[in-house]
């Protein structure tokens, strides 16, 4: 079974501090995707990133895919409250039709 | 509005009674998907379709039934309950094929207890 192992599990930090949350895999991956999830909705697509070592910025997150494309990593600049939530990452491996969810990071800026 | 719905939002029941949760997009989205989400354990896809007639397992399709019959709707029917079914169900779609850069849609979420 494959796997996307998040850390942190938990992070709370003040508003202006920057943070990297890790999503890490055994697995090979054709295309990588980060969600971010408020309470009682469901998910929403941040980004997709699909070459090994791509870079791609939205305002003051930075997102990695690795250049192995088996893990990801999600840089806030500046974190705001408004970057409260759960983030999620999903992987899908060539050939197939399946998702793979990591198991979240629960993000909490203090204002 | 572009979207997916889910109904109901909430429900609780008892072990054995089945159940269905509907879910509609009014996309014209060929790939739909539903999965559940537990703590700790973020979303585990539970089955998936490619197009209409067409549905494949995810990685936890164990006590759920589905059928895609109209492009639109991609109900999730649970024939017995049991209380390990309790979860946090979603359900999503994405206009062309999933497993490469398509966005994934995701509807608000059925609560569901089963005691």
């Known amino acids: 079974t494959q796997l996307l192992e998040q850390s942190p599990q938990f992070l709370s930090i003040q508003e202006g501090e920057n943070l990297t949350v890790y999503c890490n895999s055994s697995?090979?991956?054709?295309?990588l995707q980060w969600y971010r999830q408020e309470p009682g909705e469901g998910p929403v697509l941040l980004v997709t990133?699909?070459?090994?070592?791509e870079v791609k910025k939205l305002k003051r997150l930075t997102f990695q895919f690795g250049d192995a494309r088996k893990d990801s990593s999600l840089h806030i600049t500046a974190a705001q409250p408004g970057d409260t939530g759960l983030y999620l990452c999903?992987?899908?491996?060539?050939?197939?039709?399946?998702?793979?969810f990591g198991t979240g990071t629960r993000l909490k800026v203090l204002a | 509005e572009a979207q997916v719905t889910q109904n109901p939002r909430y429900l609780i029941t008892v072990t054995g009674k089945k159940l269905t949760v509907t879910c509609s997009q009014n996309?014209?989205?060929?790939?739909m998907s539903w999965y559940r989400q537990d703590p700790g354990l973020g979303l585990r896809q539970i089955y998936y379709?490619?197009?209409?007639?067409?549905?494949d397992k995810g990685d936890v399709p164990e006590g759920y039934k589905v059928s895609r019959k109209e492009k639109r709707n991609f109900p999730l029917i649970l024939e017995s309950p049991s209380p390990n079914q309790t979860s946090l169900y979603f359900c999503?779609?994405?206009?062309?094929?999933?497993?490469?850069?398509?966005?994934?849609?995701f509807g608000p979420g059925t609560r569901l207890t089963v005691l």
């Open positions: 999503a779609s994405s206009l062309y094929l999933g497993g490469s850069t398509d966005t994934q849609y």
């Open positions: 697995s090979v991956f054709s295309s």
């Open positions: 990133v699909v070459t090994g070592g």
């Open positions: 999903a992987g899908s491996t060539s050939g197939t039709y399946k998702y793979i």
């Open positions: 996309m014209n989205h060929e790939y």
């Open positions: 379709s490619m197009n209409v007639e067409v549905t």
